[in-house]
């Protein structure tokens, strides 16, 4: 480390104008230095002392670091160019500007959202009250993991890692509103033990919100229904393991791995049929240990299952009672964050992990001039100076 130190230094440049020699600084913070460690005995220490006296972690984030400094100010440069397109009267219809701001606006907007309490997932919930046999659920599986719903396991497309010119489906385990498979699994670990059992309220809190007359009893048999999927799933370990994941499984091998499941239902409504032949299985035992689970558990428990999957995974989205609920287990139970991110924040990063491309070429006017400090083109904010230039196509 202390090498790395000396490496980063800037070195005096020899016969250099006095001038230029002047000039050159280092570009070392020293200001958070603890001299009263030395720098033998703990060099991290040393370095951060001060820093690790002096700062405290923002009460809407469960850690704090430069890094994350850089994204704050990134998320605040972003606000004002969002903000400004949403204001915008003149947006045309269809491009990206107009789609950015409506869907910023409407997410800003509480008081409709309200109003609207669960109708945008009305018809979500109707498709799923209206199985009636389990050889539907495939198909199920596939739209909902379209939207973006936790279903038992995920389809998504990535190059091939052994062929880096070929794009393929891969079939991974999900289905856990759990972090991981642990918390369902390790009964003596009084932290997991206690999550899972803070899990299952927080489940018979949702159900209970949207008028479930058994919340409390949906609540248990969805918690032991992905207890059963935990148990048949790949450890963190495993999952490592680049060899072991990569499976391929030509789509008339399926049946094999997986008997009497629907397979056509499932290729056929995530768009997959009649374009690939084969596809990578990350955890064939997984597939087959689902198939199992979901053979013996009856149907109601799947579409009770489904329906609340639907409803955590959207509830950031909906009125702000649900959006309460949603964090206070998982921001703040699993995560220990104390307070949720303020509105804006969370419209900005809906805005970014649902159209960012958009966001990122659909500006196309510089509305924010380059002399305002947050965009200079130095040190830290370097990132955001070439996200400018990219999206206001500056020299």
Request: hydrophobic letters at 35%; a negative charge; proline letters at 5%.
């Amino acid at each position: 480390m202390i090498l790395m130190v000396a490496a980063c230094t800037k070195p005096e440049i020899q016969n250099a104008p006095a001038s230029q020699t002047q000039s050159l600084q280092s570009g070392i913070e020293t200001q958070y230095f603890d001299d009263t460690v030395r720098v033998q005995d703990d060099f991290y220490r040393h370095v951060n002392g001060k820093w690790l006296d002096t700062t405290e972690i923002p009460a809407d984030k469960a850690r704090w670091g430069s890094f994350n400094k850089l994204d704050d100010d990134a998320q605040a440069a972003l606000r004002q160019l969002i903000e400004e397109v949403a204001r915008d009267p003149n947006r045309q219809p269809g491009t990206e500007a107009q789609k950015i701001g409506d869907l910023y606006n409407s997410f800003m907007d509480e008081a409709s959202l309200g109003e609207l309490g669960l109708q945008p997932l009305q018809d979500e919930f109707a498709r799923i009250d209206a199985l009636t046999d389990k050889q539907q659920i495939p198909a199920l599986i596939a739209h909902l993991a379209t939207i973006g719903v936790t279903t038992p396991y995920v389809p998504y497309v990535h190059q091939d890692n052994r062929d880096s010119t070929r794009y393929i489906v891969d079939l991974y385990q999900l289905g856990l509103g759990l972090p991981d498979r642990d918390y369902y699994l390790k009964p003596d670990d009084e932290k997991l033990s206690d999550a899972l059992q803070k899990y299952q309220t927080h489940i018979a809190t949702m159900l209970d919100m949207v008028g479930d007359s058994d919340a409390a009893g949906k609540a248990a048999a969805i918690v032991a229904l992905e207890t059963a999927l935990a148990e048949v799933q790949w450890t963190k370990v495993e999952n490592r393991d680049p060899v072991k994941t990569y499976n391929k499984v030509a789509l008339n091998d399926l049946p094999a791995l997986a008997p009497g499941y629907h397979w056509e239902g499932f290729l056929t409504e995530a768009g997959i049929a009649g374009k690939v032949d084969y596809l990578i299985i990350s955890q064939p035992s997984y597939i087959t240990g689902f198939n199992k689970v979901l053979q013996d558990t009856p149907l109601a428990v799947w579409k009770s299952y489904f329906r609340w999957h639907l409803l955590s995974d959207y509830a950031p989205y909906l009125s702000s009672r649900f959006v309460a609920e949603d964090f206070a287990f998982n921001g703040t139970v699993l995560s220990g964050i104390p307070e949720n991110e303020p509105r804006w924040k969370r419209g900005v990063k809906t805005i970014e992990q649902s159209i960012g491309e958009g966001l990122g070429k659909g500006i196309k006017n510089c509305h924010v001039s380059y002399a305002q400090p947050h965009f200079s083109c130095n040190g830290a904010h370097d990132i955001l100076c070439l996200h400018r230039r990219s999206v206001c196509k500056q020299p």
